[in-house]
């Protein structure tokens, strides 16, 4: 009885997993359910964070943030240089040009599924679902966000999914960089006429309105070619164990 009873049981729960796994209309509830959990729970963290480094390094964090402080101000003098020579610039040639690129601040909720590490819910405020952005960890390129049931996910770079515009080498040499669910990355369609280098940095290209253009993705390991193209192994600059807070790129130029 107890074996007919435990052979019950193996089957309605592995009924019940399946179900869950694969089927969208049960997953939808459960998902946004167990994300608002998530999220109430990393505000809780956070908030618990901030009171305890409030109280007990407080002379550590005013040094650092002094320190961040004297290399922002510089940093903005020399943006605020930039701009006003590209304003005058653009004012003689009576260009049309404008930069507004809109980036935000986004948190990573949880990843999507259990062993998979290049898939994570991410918490985005005011998400347009129709929209595919660039996703960026210290100034390097992380992967991109599309849109599940709805809601953002990050597919960072070593899914194979997450795909986007890139130039290669001096020479900038154009293709279409992907992940391999692996450790590295693979740059396919690049013209055979492109002479590429191991050593050759990797960096977006702005082409497919995803991210801006010279965004660091990574270095060439080795070349082939094929059919007329080239294909690039790289080995990609952004590498993260446990990814909190990216940015996401809203809108470019």
């Known amino acids: 009885m107890n074996k007919e009873l435990f052979s019950y049981l193996f089957v309605l729960i592995a009924l019940l997993v399946g179900a869950l796994y694969y089927n969208q209309t049960i997953q939808s509830p459960i998902i946004t359910s167990l994300n608002t959990i998530k999220i109430f729970y990393h505000n809780i963290n956070q908030s618990i964070k901030n009171n305890f480094n409030e109280h007990f390094f407080q002379v550590d964090t005013i040094q650092d943030l002094q320190q961040d402080l004297l290399k922002y101000e510089n940093n903005h003098l020399v943006m605020q240089e930039l701009r006003s020579e590209i304003h005058d610039l653009y004012q003689k040639n009576h260009s ?14 949880s990843y999507e599924k259990f062993g998979n590490f290049n898939r994570l819910w991410l918490e985005v405020s005011d998400y347009n679902s129709s929209k595919i952005y660039g996703l960026i960890y210290k100034e390097l390129v992380a992967g991109i966000v599309i849109s599940k049931n709805g809601r953002a996910l990050a597919l960072l770079n070593q899914d194979i999914k997450s795909a986007y515009a890139v130039h290669i ?9 992907h992940g391999n669910n ?7 369609f690049i013209p055979a006429w492109f002479k590429i280098q191991k050593g050759d940095e990797v960096i977006t290209s702005g082409l ?21 193209y080239q294909n690039a192994i790289i080995e990609p600059y952004y590498r993260s164990i446990e990814p909190s807070y990216f940015h996401m790129i809203r809108s470019i130029r």
Request: zero cysteines.
């Open 96 to 109: 049309s040009l404008k930069i507004e690129t809109n980036v935000e601040l986004v948190r990573m909720i």
């Open 169 to 177: 080498g001096n020479k900038l040499a154009p293709g279409i960089i």
């Open 208 to 228: 497919d309105n995803i991210f801006i253009k010279g965004l660091k993705v990574g270095r060439v390991l080795s070349v082939t070619s094929e059919q007329g």
């Open 182 to 188: 692996d450790n590295l990355l693979i740059v396919n």
